[in-house]
Nanobody
Framework: VQLQASGGGLVQAGGSLRLSCVIS????????MGWFRQAPGKEREFVAS????????YYADSVKGRFTISRDKASKTVYLQMDSLKPQDTAVYYC????????????WGQGTQVTVSS
């Protein structure tokens, strides 16, 4: 399985970005596709995940109401729509495939930089 993330960039506070993650290889209905982020000097943290089969979504409290995770099964792509961005959202964002909502992710993409200026 390979994951290719894209869509990062520089945006002003209050702006929006949409990240994409294209999946190469098979993904089962029970798998979760997740987005994580890591800011400089901080540990990687969970952002959001979606169950591949049923589409149930999960969010970190810090992004709930501002970020939306979705998936397109036909194109095997996972999206993270990020609205009302804040400077504290600045980080490298990674997509990953796992078996639990927030843990046990064993396939990771290369990361895409998101920078939010104040």
């Amino acid at each position: 399985v390979q994951l290719q993330a894209s869509g990062g960039g520089l945006v002003q506070a209050g702006g929006s970005l949409r990240l994409s993650c294209v999946i190469s290889g098979h993904t089962f209905s029970s798998h979760l596709m997740g987005w994580f982020r890591q800011a400089p000097g901080k540990e990687r943290e969970f952002v959001a995940s979606i169950r591949w089969g049923g589409g149930t979504t999960y969010y970190a409290d810090s992004v709930k109401g501002r970020f939306t995770i979705s998936r397109d099964k036909a194109s095997k792509t996972v999206y993270l729509q990020m609205d009302s961005l804040k400077p504290q959202d600045t980080a490298v964002y990674y997509c990953a495939r796992g078996t639990n909502v927030r843990t046990d992710y064993n396939y990771w993409g290369q990361g895409t930089q998101v920078t939010v200026s104040s």
